[in-house]
């Protein structure tokens, strides 16, 4: 084969490429196929008092369509509160402290021994401190555990992803504003905040799950009526598995809509974080 038909073969291949949504969409059909056959096949006994503990795809759906989307969205809007609220208390002192290591560089090692704590200690002790702690919510409105929890979970990823890209500044830049007097401070405003924006943004990317998913665990301690916590408790007892497999999909759907959403936020704010160009 000539140097001129290999470069030709891998351009067509390069051609027949699929896009990346395309692959996706591909992906998530393949994973829904494998799941229905398992389902209707292997695991169709599994589960306690002969009840489908792994429903198929048409049954999950027709529980849904049964349920109403009231239902759902009355849940998850409680949710959603709850993960948001963490989400900007969790970010925001994150995104504070790791601004004020730059400015006060002895700082350092408090916060990221802070930041290491929140990590390490475990979710359940820490859950059951707080129901002693915070009040519990009138019927239908959010809970503070799982704002507090929500919070826990991305303020170790925000404060790592901060601190690595605001030491991600070119020292050439830096020094010059520190020849004409400029402050720590001015550097923070000038040049590291540009510098780190991709990482910044990259975390707070990831804090979008990581937010949803402490709320949900919040729930479980916080001894609220409405949330996607109870209503997993509350389907689990009834032995209802696809409204299990519903609440659990839909969370993952919620989820990845957010994540989606904060990679076009950063697409826009930071295009050359992405490759991209304005």
Sequence with gaps: M??????????????????????????????VLVWWVLAATVFSNVGPGGVQAIPTPPQVVEEFVQTGWAYYARNFSVTITEAGTGYLWGNGLALVLAGLVLVVPSLEGVVMQLAIITYCIPIVAIGMLLVVIIPVPKPGEPS???????????????????????????RASLDVVAVYGGSRFTQLRKIRLIAALPSILNALQIAVPAAFLGAVLGEFFGKVELGVGPAMIAAQQALD??????????????????????????????????????
């Excluded at 497999?245 to 295009?271: F, N």
């Design 2 to 31: 000539t140097t001129d038909q290999a470069m030709g073969r891998g351009g067509a291949l390069r051609a027949m490429r699929l896009p990346a949504w395309a692959t996706g969409i591909l992906g998530a059909i393949g994973i």
């Design 144 to 170: 503070g555990t799982a704002s507090f929890l929500a919070a826990l979970a991305v303020f170790f990823t925000t404060v790592v992803g901060a601190l690595l890209g605001l030491k991600a500044a070119d």
């Design 241 to 278: 598995a696809p409204r299990v497999w519903g609440l659990a999909l839909v969370s993952g759907a919620v989820a990845l809509i957010g994540y989606a959403l904060l990679g076009i936020i950063a697409r826009s704010v930071a295009p050359w974080s992405k490759g991209a160009r304005r």
